[in-house]
């Protein structure tokens, strides 16, 4: 495999190692501050989040792959090729510019599964990566929405009365105990993470290996295989 990175892959690894250390290490002081019971409510929170989301790739990817997108009207660049569902538009790609290459589409053959299962293997990648990404952003903020909803009953169930204030309502103070429980869980919580992560990063790196290794086998063992 050609080496195209501009960098060795040794240094690579070296800052992936570091940044899922800074990840874990961050989410361990969060959840220190934050305690116990606040890291247990979003670790569950998160849990559900991913589970949800778990659930919901396949048929989420399958759609993808038989979306049609002709009613936007959009041609792929320096051709008259409208964009229609993902392998439709390949096809009328591999029609006008590299008719030699449409052996690949014919139904029933392996290079037609391989392309389906790399079209969904990227759509499941690019899922995962908004999932993320939502879970930073506006599914945090959903989260910190309910927190505010839920916190007063739960600390009534969970959590010691300290004191009260001058209005005699109880005031709810962390233990230490608290705190060293949450960055336990936050620690753990920052390791799911650079997990997820790993996957992506495995995922991307699964598919560019079977994408290169496809372009370099030659035409008449595919034509064989098929």
């Known amino acids: 495999m050609l080496n195209i990175l501009p960098i060795p892959v040794s240094d690579i690894i070296t ?30 929170y998160t849990l559900i989040v991913f589970s949800l989301g778990w659930i919901f790739m396949g048929p989420a990817s399958n759609a993808l792959l038989n979306i049609d997108l002709s009613w936007i009207g959009i041609t792929m660049p ?31 053959s392996y290079s037609l599964e391989l392309i389906k299962g ?10 995962v990566i908004l999932l993320v990404v939502l879970s930073f952003t506006v599914l ?11 916190r007063k009953p739960l600390r009534k169930v969970f959590c010691k009365k300290k004191s009260y204030n001058k209005k005699g309502k109880p005031k709810y103070k962390k233990s230490f105990g ?14 799911s993470y650079t ?29 064989i295989v098929c």
């Open 195 to 223: 997990l997820i992560i790993g996957f992506i990063l495995a995922g991307i790196a699964s598919v560019t290996d079977s994408l290169q290794t496809f372009i370099e086998t030659p035409n008449e063992e595919v034509a």
């Open 178 to 191: 608290s705190r060293f429980g949450g960055l336990g869980i936050g620690a753990v919580k920052g390791l």
């Open 15 to 44: 800052y992936l190692n570091l940044g899922f250390l800074a990840i874990i290490i961050i989410c361990a002081i969060v959840g220190f501050f934050r305690g116990t019971l606040k890291s247990v409510f979003f670790a569950i």
């Open 118 to 127: 790399l079209f969904g293997a990227v759509f499941n990648i690019v899922f």
């Open 78 to 108: 320096d051709t008259n090729i409208a964009l229609t569902t993902p392998l439709e538009t390949l096809r009328l790609y591999l029609e006008e510019m590299s008719p030699e290459y449409l052996y690949l589409l014919e139904e029933g």
């Open 140 to 150: 945090h903020s959903l989260g910190g929405f309910l927190w505010l909803l839920l």
